[in-house]
C-alpha cells in the first residue's frame, strides 16, 4: 500500500494554526505554510506542569513568531493536560506499565484540542513539525512515515484518523532533519541549532521517580528485585523507577547483564534476567485502531520508537489487537504501543497489555 504523501495543503486552505514549541522543526512548519500563501496563526500550548518550562517554552516560540512575522497566542491546556496525559502517565508507572505520554498527548491534546480550538477559531487546519506524512488513499487520508528515517514519528502520531487527517498538513514530510536546521539557518529562526532534548518534556529534566512520587495519587513502595526463579537477589525503592528493558540503575551485582524483564506492581517486585529473557514473539494490545480492509493483514510492525519495524501478522477482533511478529522481538512492554505498517503507511495499532 504506497500512495502519494501530501507536500502541499489542500487547495481550498486559506488560514491555519501552526503549533510552535520554541524549536527549529515547528518554526520551518510555519515558514513552510506562510511560503504556501496561507495565513498562518502560531500557537503555543501552556501545559501547567512547570512554571519555568512554560515560561521558556512560551518565550522561544514567541521569538519564532516574531522572527516569523506571525501571530502568535498561548493556549492554556493544563487541567485537559493533567487529566488525559500526567494523571495516566503516573498510575502507569505506578501499576508497573512503561507509558508513552507522547501518544496520548498527540492524540488528546495535539491534534485533539488544539485542532478543535483552530477549526472553531476559523482555522481550515493545523499545521506542526511532526515527522510524518499524511497519505491519499482510496479509502481517504492516512498517516504514514516521513521522509528521514531517523526522525520519522509516526509511531507517536499512529491513532489519528482520517476525521483528524483531513485537517492536518505535516510540511516536513520530505525533509531530513538537517536540511530543517539549515533552512532554519537561511530564514534566520533564531532558534535553529538549539540542541533536542530526549526526555519526556512535562519532566523539565526531572527524573521520572521523583516525577511520579510528586505528581501520582499514590506510594510506590520499596521491595524486592528476583531472578526469573523468583528469588530474592536485591531490593528497590520502587517500580515507578524502572522499565521493561531497562540495564542500568537496577542496582544488582552480577557476573552477566542483567535486564528488567517484568514488573509486578501488585508485589512491588522487579523481575530480572539475561537479555535474551526479553525476546518475544506476539504482543496483544488494547484500545486499538484499525485501517487495513481485511481483520488480518501482513505488515510490519514495532513495539518502541527506535525498534526497526519485525515482518508480522496483525489481526483485529473486537477491542484487542494481536501481532505475532516472524522473529523474536526485544524488550515489549505493557503501556508502550506497537503499530502496524503496510509499506509506509500506518494500518494499526493498540496499548501493549500482554508479551508472549
Known amino acids: 500500500m504506497s500512495s502519494p504523501a501530501q507536500t502541499a495543503p489542500p487547495a481550498s486552505w486559506r488560514t491555519v494554526w501552526a503549533g510552535l514549541s520554541g524549536g527549529v522543526d515547528s518554526a520551518v512548519a510555519a515558514a513552510?505554510?506562510?511560503?504556501?500563501?496561507?495565513?498562518?496563526?502560531?500557537?503555543?500550548?501552556?501545559?501547567?506542569?512547570?512554571r519555568s518550562s512554560d515560561e521558556e517554552t512560551c518565550a522561544a516560540a514567541e521569538s519564532v513568531a516574531r522572527a516569523?512575522?506571525?501571530a502568535h497566542r498561548v493556549l492554556d491546556v493544563s487541567p485537559a493536560f493533567a487529566e488525559e496525559v500526567v494523571d495516566p502517565f503516573c498510575a502507569a508507572y505506578l501499576a508497573g506499565r512503561?507509558?508513552?505520554?507522547?501518544?496520548?498527548?498527540?492524540?488528546?491534546?495535539?491534534?485533539?484540542?488544539?485542532?478543535d480550538a483552530a477549526l472553531v477559531g476559523g482555522a481550515d487546519g493545523l499545521v506542526t513539525g511532526h515527522y510524518a506524512a499524511v497519505a491519499a488513499t482510496p479509502a481517504g487520508?492516512?498517516?504514514a512515515r516521513g521522509k528521514d528515517p531517523a526522525k520519522d514519528q509516526s509511531y507517536f502520531l499512529y491513532r489519528l484518523g482520517p476525521e483528524t487527517l483531513r485537517h492536518v498538513w505535516f510540511p516536513l514530510s520530505g525533509l531530513h532533519k538537517r536540511d530543517v536546521r539549515a533552512e532554519g539557518a537561511r530564514l534566520g529562526i533564531p532558534t535553529h541549532d538549539r540542541s533536542e532534548s530526549q526526555d519526556v518534556?512535562?519532566?523539565?529534566?526531572?527524573?521520572v521517580s521523583s516525577f511520579v512520587r510528586e505528581h501520582g495519587s499514590a506510594t510506590c513502595p520499596p521491595g524486592a528485585v528476583v531472578d526469573l526463579?523468583?528469588?530474592?537477589?536485591?531490593?528497590?525503592d520502587g517500580v515507578c523507577a524502572f522499565t521493561v528493558g531497562q540495564r542500568r540503575g537496577i542496582g544488582v551485582a552480577a557476573a552477566e547483564p542483567l535486564f528488567v524483564v517484568a514488573i509486578d506492581a501488585e508485589k512491588a517486585r522487579v523481575v530480572v534476567g539475561p537479555r535474551e529473557a526479553l525476546a518475544s514473539t506476539?504482543?496483544?494490545?488494547?484500545?486499538?485502531v484499525w485501517y487495513a480492509d481485511t481483520p488480518s493483514a501482513r505488515c510490519e510492525a514495532r513495539t518502541r520508537y527506535r525498534m526497526a519495524p519485525v515482518p508480522a501478522e496483525a489481526s483485529i477482533d473486537g477491542d484487542r489487537l494481536i501481532v505475532?511478529?516472524?522473529?523474536?522481538?526485544?524488550?515489549?512492554?505493557?503501556?508502550?504501543?506497537?503499530?502496524?505498517?503496510?509499506?509506509?503507511?500506518?494500518?494499526?495499532?493498540?496499548?501493549?497489555t500482554e508479551v508472549g
Open 141 to 143: 487520508p492516512r498517516l
Open 282 to 288: 506476539m504482543v496483544g494490545a488494547s484500545d486499538p
Open 68 to 70: 516569523l512575522g506571525i
Open 201 to 207: 518534556c512535562f519532566l523539565a529534566g526531572q527524573d
Open 32 to 50: 513552510r505554510a506562510l511560503a504556501a500563501g496561507l495565513d498562518v496563526i502560531g500557537v503555543t500550548f501552556r501545559l501547567g506542569v512547570s
Open 98 to 115: 512503561t507509558p508513552n505520554p507522547c501518544i496520548v498527548c498527540n492524540a488528546r491534546i495535539k491534534f485533539g484540542a488544539l485542532l
Open 229 to 236: 526463579a523468583g528469588h530474592e537477589i536485591g531490593r528497590h
Open 324 to 352: 505475532r511478529f516472524d522473529r523474536p522481538v526485544e524488550g515489549a512492554a505493557p503501556g508502550q504501543s506497537v503499530v502496524c505498517y503496510n509499506e509506509d503507511i500506518v494500518i494499526g495499532g493498540g496499548f501493549i
